[in-house]
């Protein structure tokens, strides 16, 4: 079960890189993972919380702009696959499977960048415009990302 959670957070990763960390530091922060006396503890600090969402925002709010780079550049395909083993490997962290939780997270995030590119140019072509497809997407990154983490709970 841990290492679906792991590829899910990863698929989270894949549709919004930054928005999987937050949910991951969140869930931390708040006691839903069992983060303490692991590696990932530093993810259940206020300092990280702060950061990962503000990183999150201006995610949301830059792929509203018409200058976004596709995620399938290598860049932003690069960061996806690094936030999602990095939000699997803590969800890993919490059951001591940090590697197994990593590649989890990493193939779920090439999973959600390929599989989200494909259904986002859906959704904007049946809208005809692509902000209505991204805040869909968005929508479903964060409360995905927030239920994912309350599961490992």
């Keep these: ?4 959670l792991a590829l899910l957070i990863g698929v989270i990763a894949g549709l919004r890189a ?5 949910a991951v530091a969140w869930g931390s922060y708040l006691g839903w993972l069992p983060v ?4 990932a503890s530093f993810m259940g600090h206020w300092i990280a919380v702060g950061i990962f969402t ?8 830059t792929d509203q702009l018409p200058s976004t ?6 860049q932003q395909f690069g960061a996806r696959i690094v936030t999602g ?3 699997g490997a803590v969800i890993g962290a919490t059951a001591g499977a940090t590697i197994g939780g990593l590649v989890a997270g990493a193939i779920g995030a090439v999973i959600g960048t390929l ?10 072509a049946a809208f005809g415009k692509d902000p209505p497809a991204a805040f ?15 599961a490992v709970a």
């Design 36 to 39: 303490t006396g692991s590696w």
């Design 115 to 124: 599989g989200g590119a494909e259904a986002r140019g859906r959704l904007a």
């Design 54 to 61: 503000i990183l999150a925002i201006v995610e949301l709010v």
């Design 136 to 150: 869909i997407e968005d929508a479903v990154a964060i409360i995905g990302g927030l239920l994912i983490v309350a």
């Design 69 to 74: 780079p596709s995620r399938k550049v290598p």
């Design 1 to 4: 079960m841990l290492y679906i």
């Design 18 to 22: 930054m928005t999987a960390p937050a």
């Design 85 to 87: 083993a990095f939000s």
